[in-house]
């Protein structure tokens, strides 16, 4: 008769529980702080707060994902540590279990033990909070948005730690391991976008969305995943300003189908680190890679990364010593040989576990430095058109661009998107342009309607036309009214500072009944008549002023803040006119702001 297949072994199980006591019990106990405790503490407090469970629950929620990634990778390497050491390895190896039942029972125990107290720290939590909230069902649900939010994220961290665990010799490389996989996606896409932005013509280097954020958990959840608390005001405070209570109506996690998701993520990369063990040679303790057939994606993995971020690295540092264009293109290349050398034979020889590895080892060296120069010239040349990518019409929701900040009218956002596209059409001429005081930087950053950003920058000569038109579209009136309109109220209350700037020496403080009066009877006249108050050189300011509003937040303590800072050009004929009429001064005079 055919015997089963164990999965499980209790002894090793038990082994696992009894071992790495300290660990569990650093674990219950911080959460045990974080959550049943002060839960009690705010209950017997002086100052008990009744929507004290939900706030707590949803600061847990937000640092759950870091605490998972870290406990992840402390109990991996705790529960795997007998493949670490060839004495431990030997000692598993003879013992009557299938290596199933030694790997299920390691990967349980590390499950079991985190799962099993959150529940205790959950249930703990929700009994504590009893005595202060008014909602007994909704501070059940915020405790169990935690408890399944942070078990489902530990699953998935522990089975990305399973697998990096199984796929190393070394207990000290399986934490950096650990890391890089984690992190993997979008370093390399965040790199990948610098290097494009030193060789590609018109790539800014600026903000940007990050298409595969989804492949390093850690960082796609860290802010996002966090319940929505909903109350029934938004501030409610004393006379003198203190917050009172607040009573939550309700309680809602949309992220679950991703956090779901990420869990059977988390189980399949355990399967595969069972698959894996199945095969693994125990004898590899302390090898960099157990894993023979991952050693040619480990060497070459590292080669790439290495070329691509030590490259970059020495670019920028040698970039300063030649201005042309193709002198870049060959230091980049250059760059990353360098540094694909350092990686290809550092793989190597931590691979082998020798130095004497360059001999009969250069053919794949010599095709990754092809591959680097292939990359290198096609990012020059833009063979897919990156740099000179425009929106189409009717694609962009909204646009941000230097000194007007973010536009959502169709009208304005067309007239900058044409005047894009002429810049792009003026490629060969604007391409070679170098940066410097004759220069002027023209960014555009476009929010499209399907959730991406794409930001561009071009350096192009300070008296071309386009940047005429750039600035022109900048001092467009309903522009600049949309930018100097506060949304807190423009009056003598509000107002709690003004300041004017004249040369480098002249510094008046204006009553708020003043800086009302040149914001009212100055500035928007200005405005409204299409006078420039945008300039493209600091030759044509002569003065700033500086006007602050400020207002108590829902009639509490809490202040809301916004500065209009106006820089007053020759142009600026209503404000030249208020400050001599007013303050008894010419500023066209008596002062110039930028020598």
Not at 71 to 93: D, E, K, P, Q
Not at 491 to 509: K, P, V
Not at 545 to 566: G, K, L, P
Request: hydrophobic share 50%; proline share 3%.
């Amino acid at each position: 008769m055919k015997s089963k297949i164990s999965f499980f072994n209790a002894g090793l199980f038990k082994s696992t529980l009894r071992r790495f006591w300290p660990l569990w019990i650093i674990h219950f106990a911080g959460w045990l702080l974080f959550l049943p405790v002060l839960t009690l503490m705010n209950n017997f407090g002086p100052n008990r707060s009744t929507d004290f469970i939900f706030v707590i629950s949803e600061s847990a929620v937000f640092a759950s994902p870091i605490i998972a990634f870290i406990m992840a990778i402390l109990a991996a390497m705790a529960v795997f540590s007998f493949m670490y050491n060839s004495r431990s390895t030997g000692l598993i190896a003879s013992l009557p279990v299938r290596r199933e039942a030694i790997f299920c029972s390691a990967w349980l125990g590390g499950v079991f033990v985190i799962v099993g107290s959150n529940l205790v720290i959950a249930l703990l939590t929700f009994l504590f909070s009893l005595g202060a909230t008014t909602s007994a069902a909704l501070a059940f649900k915020a405790v169990c948005i935690w408890l399944g939010v942070y078990s489902m994220q530990f699953i998935l961290f522990f089975g990305i730690a399973s697998l990096t665990a199984v796929m190393t010799g070394s207990i000290a490389v399986l934490p950096i391991l650990y890391i890089i996989f984690n992190f993997l996606a979008v370093g390399m896409e965040s790199i990948i976008r610098l290097d494009f932005s030193c060789l590609i013509w018109g790539m800014s280097n600026g903000s940007f969305d990050c298409v595969l954020d989804f492949l390093s958990p850690l960082f796609y959840m860290v802010g996002s995943f966090v319940p929505d608390v909903e109350y029934n005001t938004p501030y409610v405070a004393d006379t003198l300003g203190s917050l009172l209570d607040r009573e939550c109506v309700a309680v809602t996690y949309s992220h679950w189908l991703p956090t779901v998701i990420y869990c059977l993520v988390g189980l399949i990369f355990s399967a595969a680190a069972l698959m894996v063990f199945r095969k693994r040679r125990m004898e590899s303790a302390g090898d960099v890679v157990a894993v023979r057939c991952m050693h040619p994606v480990f060497k070459y993995g590292v080669t790439v990364c290495s070329a691509l971020c030590g490259g970059l690295l020495l670019y920028t540092v040698l970039f300063a010593l030649f201005e042309s264009r193709s002198a870049s293109v060959f230091i980049m290349i250059l760059s990353m040989i360098i540094f694909a050398f350092i990686g290809y034979f550092g793989a190597k020889m931590l691979l082998e576990k020798s130095f004497h590895v360059f001999r009969g080892s250069w053919v794949g060296f010599i095709v990754v430095c092809c591959l680097c120069a292939v990359f290198t010239l096609c990012c020059d040349l833009d063979v897919c058109g990156i740099g000179a990518y425009v929106p189409k019409e009717g694609s962009i929701k909204s646009i941000t661009v230097y000194q007007t900040g973010s536009v959502e009218d169709p009208a304005i956002i067309e007239n900058y998107r044409q005047l894009h596209e002429k810049i792009v059409s003026y490629k060969d001429e604007y391409e070679h342009i170098v940066y410097s005081d004759d220069t002027e930087s023209i960014m555009f950053e476009y929010k499209l309607k399907n959730g991406r950003t794409v930001s561009r920058e071009y350096t192009l000569p300070m008296d071309d036309e386009n940047v005429e038109r750039y600035y022109e579209l900048a001092n467009t009136p309903n522009l600049l009214l949309e930018r100097f309109s506060p949304s807190i109220p423009a009056d003598e209350e509000h107002c709690s500072q003004a300041i004017l700037y004249i040369g480098d020496n002249q510094i008046i403080d204006l009553t708020p009944a003043q800086a009302i009066d040149f914001y009212r009877n100055a500035l928007l006249p200005d405005i409204k008549a299409g006078h420039k108050v945008i300039s493209r050189t600091y030759d044509d300011i002569i003065a700033t002023m500086y006007i602050t509003f400020e207002q108590a937040i829902d009639n509490s303590r809490y202040y809301d803040s916004q500065d209009i800072v106006v820089e007053i050009t020759t142009d600026c004929t209503e404000c030249i006119s208020w400050i001599k009429a007013t303050l008894g001064i010419d500023i066209e005079e008596d002062a110039q702001y930028y020598d």
